[in-house]
């Protein structure tokens, strides 16, 4: 008889396998559609987030961006519907019982993610259609940005309300490395709602990721592949199981997206990843080491907010262009060596955090 932690590993390992070829196909033939439809905008960015102009990025990318089509992430999310759609007919149509546990819809494990996913990744899937195809106020520019923004804290809302009122959550727990393996758990009562919502807003606001052929799906990659070892750590074999799915699915979008890209994540990949983060980082209570296995998306954020500060105040920029990976793209590195090295740092703090996690 196969043991629940055998089988566990055998679930989260099968679903991994069966995303990434269900994937695989769903970006093949979506490839060829954005294409048809040319789903790429029409112009490039031409300013930077303070309003001036974007010389250094559109001397690097102006081509790319009105020729490689948006809207890669729908591989992602799509990939999630269709195998969770498989999961519960095989567990509500056949009297297998090894077939009926490969369901992985959990109300206290994968409800809110996979809420956060769908969510987000329709609202991004609309911004993504409006920079495409927008008239008037909408061309190249998507939703407006407070638009966005009031959609982003109501999901960060909703996830919040869910975890404190349905499931009882409102600890955070912080690791204390002078004093391992103990850690503290602080109470935030109502606070926790509040906190969701903030860490919902940095998350979002990490996708400036998405600026080079491979960069995004890679870090992300290692960011869910964490969260896949710190589930299963603490016994949240569905959650696990989940952090998998979309690990294998970024892998078959990696597939087509590394140098040079058939097509780029566009908003309908990055917020819905960005919010499924921060709902999997609470429901793990990874919250605390969050920044550390996010650490290239906190960096990336940090030096554009930096750059933004160092404008306002001295009138100069820190970088030739922001975020960071286009300022050493502007200095001569090539955009493999950017993307790969990023790769690997981003592993590296995923390694870090996990660690980290584990031993509090």
Known sequence: ?????????IKIFILAFLSWLISFFVAKYLIKFLYRI??????????????????????????????????????????????LGICLLLSNFTDIWWLKKFNFLSREQTWIPLFALVSASIIGLIDDILVVYGRGKYIGGGLKFRTRLILVILIGLIGGLWLYFKLGLSTIRIPLLFNFPE???????????????????????????????????????????????????????????????????????????????????????????????????FLTDSVAVLPII???????????????????????????????HHHLEAIGWQP???????WIISIIFAILGVSIKLLT
């Open 183 to 281: 850690g503290i758990d602080v109470p935030l009562g109502l606070w926790y709602i509040f906190l969701y919502v903030v860490v919902s807003l940095a998350s979002w606001s990490s996708g400036v990721v998405d600026g080079l052929d491979g960069l995004a799906g890679g870090v992300f990659g290692s960011i869910f592949g964490a969260f896949t070892i710190i589930a299963f750590a603490q016994g949240s074999v569905d959650m696990a199981a989940f952090c998998a799915i979309i690990l294998g699915a970024l892998f078959s979008f990696l597939w087509f997206n590394i140098p040079p890209a058939k097509f780029y994540m566009g908003e309908t990949g990055i917020l819905g990843l960005t919010m499924t983060m921060t709902a999997v980082a």
């Open 38 to 83: 040319k789903f790429w905008k029409k112009e490039a960015r031409a300013k930077t987030i303070d309003g001036r102009e974007a010389s250094v990025f559109l001397s690097m990318h102006k081509e790319r961006e009105t020729t490689v089509p948006r809207g890669g992430g729908i591989v992602i999310w799509a990939t999630v519907i269709i195998l």
């Open 336 to 342: 493999q060596q950017i993307t790969m090295r990023f």
């Open 294 to 324: 996010a650490g290239v998306l906190v960096i990336e954020t940090g030096s554009v907010i930096i750059q933004l500060i160092s404008k306002k105040i001295t009138g100069k920029k820190i970088w030739l262009s922001t975020p960071i």
């Open 1 to 9: 008889m196969i043991s629940n932690l055998t089988f566990g590993i």
